[in-house]
T-cell receptor, first 112, second 116 residues
Framework: LAKTTQPISMDSYEGQEVNITCSHN???????ITWYQQFPSQGPRFIIQ???TKVTNEVASLFIPADRKSSTLSLPRVSLSDTAVYYC?????????????FGTGTQLKVEL | EPEVTQTPSHQVTQMGQEVILRCVPI?????FYWYRQILGQKVEFLVS????????KSEIFDDQFSVERPDGSNFTLKIRSTKLEDSAMYFC??????????????FGPGTRLTVL
C-alpha cells in the first residue's frame, strides 16, 4: 500500500506562501508523486505531478529532494479559496489505469 | 473545458433496493474509475475499467457492485441491494492515459447516496 505521511492540518493567512511536506519513505524507483486538492462536497482535483527536483505550473510548485523520500507542495500567495484538503499520493509507471490511494490529507485553512 | 458529469447529484433509497449511479466521462478518455467517500473519511478506490472490462477492484467492490459502459458515453455503477453502510459520496473519474508515467484523473462532482 502506498502510504504517505502529511500534517493533518495547517493554517495560513491570505497572501502568504504555504508549504506542505509529505513523507513517502517507501517510494519505488518507478513511482511518481502527485498532489490533489479537494474542496468540501467536491471530487478531488489534480494539482501537480513530478518525479524529481522541481516542477512548477500555474498554480503550484513541487519540490522533490534527491532521495525522493519526501516532497513539498508550495502554494504561492494563498487566498481564501485555497482552503481545502491537499492529498499527496505516489504511484508507479503504469501508463494510465492506476488506482489512486488517498490518505487523510492536509486540511489547509486560509484566513484573512 | 471538458468535465466529468454525474447524475443524480443526490439519491435516497431504502435498504435492499438497487441503485444505479451514472457518469459521463470526458469523451476521449480511456480509463474510468469509481471512488467513494464516506462522510468525514478519506476517498477510497472501488474499481477501474479499461477496454470494456474491469482492470482492478478493491475489497469494497464485492458481488453487490457492478459497473458497465452500456454505450460510448455512459459509465454506470450499480449496487444491487443497498446497505446502510453504502451511504457515501460516490465519485466517478476518468483519465486519458496519454502519459507514459501515470495518469491525471478528472473527477466528477459526485453522487451523494443515502440509504435509509
Amino acid at each position: 500500500l502506498a502510504k504517505t505521511t502529511q500534517p493533518i492540518s495547517m493554517d495560513s493567512y491570505e497572501g502568504q506562501e504555504v508549504n506542505i511536506t509529505c513523507s513517502h519513505n517507501n517510494i519505488a524507483t518507478n513511482d511518481y508523486i502527485t498532489w490533489y486538492q479537494q474542496f468540501p462536497s467536491q471530487g478531488p482535483r489534480f494539482i501537480i505531478q513530478g518525479y524529481k527536483t522541481k516542477v512548477t505550473n500555474e498554480v503550484a510548485s513541487l519540490f522533490i529532494p534527491a532521495d525522493r523520500k519526501s516532497s513539498t507542495l508550495s502554494l504561492p500567495r494563498v487566498s481564501l479559496s485555497d482552503t481545502a484538503v491537499y492529498y499527496c499520493l505516489y504511484g508507479g509507471l503504469t501508463g494510465g489505469g492506476n488506482k489512486l490511494t488517498f490518505g487523510t490529507g492536509t486540511q489547509l485553512k486560509v484566513e484573512l | 473545458e471538458p468535465e466529468v458529469t454525474q447524475t443524480p447529484s443526490h439519491q435516497v433509497t431504502q435498504m435492499g433496493q438497487e441503485v444505479i449511479l451514472r457518469c459521463v466521462p470526458i469523451s476521449n478518455h480511456l480509463y474510468f474509475y469509481w471512488y467513494r467517500q464516506i462522510l468525514g473519511q478519506k476517498v477510497e478506490f472501488l474499481v477501474s475499467f479499461y477496454n470494456n472490462e474491469i482492470s482492478e477492484k478493491s475489497e469494497i467492490f464485492d458481488d453487490q457492485f457492478s459497473v458497465e459502459r452500456p454505450d460510448g458515453s455512459n459509465f454506470t455503477l450499480k449496487i444491487r441491494s443497498t446497505k446502510l453502510e453504502d451511504s457515501a459520496m460516490y465519485f466517478c473519474a476518468s483519465g486519458g492515459g496519454e502519459r507514459d508515467w501515470g495518469d491525471e484523473q478528472f473527477f466528477g462532482p459526485g453522487t451523494r447516496l443515502t440509504v435509509l
